[in-house]
């Protein structure tokens, strides 16, 4: 045999070998990589009405919010949540998540819920009950508003269950999202 029928043999045997040890990897790397979120190249950012509470009491105010248009309602979600975690632009408004908080990953399942899974660190943040519930009360009004899509959604911490969302709300369950939207009038 040639040196050259050599060379060429131990190169395709090492691209068969190194082919077979990463195929395993290569479905890690894909899950690892299926939850990015996915936007519209070039497209100009889209108009998301994001929602914030004020100083004192329970009200929300909304925010009108420019960014990125997601090519599914999964994605749309983690934007929006993203959004929640920037904070408001607006004095007076209040953040609803520690500052730059984000979503881990966001499924969005056939029925309709949208599973958030936070860092345990972000869900473990000092909140009192009226926080947890303005927490809550943001992000579903937001994902209202912004995605008919989604019919519940539930927190995920680390991408497990958590039984409450710090220490007041249970969050093991869902929280629906009425699919009628508020008129103002009593």
């Keep these: 045999m040639s040196a050259r029928r050599v060379a060429v ?3 395709v045997v090492a691209i068969l070998v ?3 040890w990463s195929v395993p990897r ?3 790397l894909k899950a690892a990589f299926r939850h990015a979120v996915r936007i519209t190249p070039d497209a100009p950012p889209v108009d998301y009405l994001c929602y914030f509470p004020v100083a004192e009491g329970i009200d929300l105010v909304e925010e009108h919010r420019q960014a990125p248009k997601a090519e599914s309602p999964a994605d749309r979600v983690r934007v929006l949540v993203t959004e929640l975690g920037r904070g408001p632009a607006t004095t007076g408004s209040l953040p609803v998540l520690p500052e730059d908080a984000a979503p ?3 499924f969005l399942a056939s029925d309709g819920t949208a599973y958030i899974d936070f860092p345990r660190s972000t869900l473990e943040q000092s909140l009192g009950p009226r926080e947890e519930f303005l927490l809550i009360r943001a992000i579903a009004r ?8 989604v019919r519940s959604f539930v927190f995920l911490a680390d991408g497990a269950p958590t039984d409450n969302l710090v220490m007041h709300f249970p969050a093991r369950g ?3 999202l009425p699919r009628t939207r508020p008129s103002g009038k009593k």
């Design 9 to 11: 043999a131990v190169g």
């Design 18 to 20: 190194a082919a077979a």
């Design 174 to 176: 869902k929280y629906i």
């Design 142 to 149: 937001t994902l209202i508003r912004n995605c008919p899509e």
């Design 104 to 106: 881990r990953t966001v």
């Design 26 to 28: 290569l479905g890690r």
